[in-house]
């Protein structure tokens, strides 16, 4: 089992920064690969960025990720949010490789609410 705990989130200005953290507990950090997830109201959940259990990073765009295996801790700093970003963050665990799929994840977060005002 893998426990994943998400924080960060809050109410932030259009152009503005967060960084997301999501703390891991329970199994070897390094070998899974990590995902962050983001879910609008009425909208599907979907991938913003992965990071594998070496670095590897997969997509990205406006946002960066980022992990430190000794903190067992992934990172996700979004930069020059847009309202369009508002959204239920998470994060989430799967063995080997990242994937954009979200039922390719074994393990989930809770989650953290960001919201981007005009």
């Known amino acids: 089992q893998v426990q994943l705990v998400e924080s960060g989130g809050g109410l932030v200005q259009a152009g503005g920064s967060l960084r997301l953290s999501c703390a891991a507990s329970?199994?070897?950090?390094?070998?899974?690969?990590m995902g962050w997830f983001r879910q609008a109201p009425g909208k599907e959940r979907e991938f913003v960025i992965g990071i594998s259990g070496s670095g590897a990073i997969t997509t990205g765009g406006r946002f960066t990720i980022s992990r430190d295996n000794r903190k067992n801790t992934v990172y996700l700093q979004m930069n020059s949010l847009k309202t369009e970003d508002t959204a239920v963050y998470y994060c989430?665990?799967?063995?080997?490789?990242?994937?954009?799929?979200?039922?390719?994840?074994?393990?989930w977060g809770q989650g953290t609410q960001v919201t981007v005002s005009s």
């Open positions: 329970g199994r070897t950090f390094s070998n899974y690969a």
């Open positions: 989430a665990a799967k063995t080997y490789t990242t994937s954009t799929r979200a039922d390719a994840y074994e393990y």
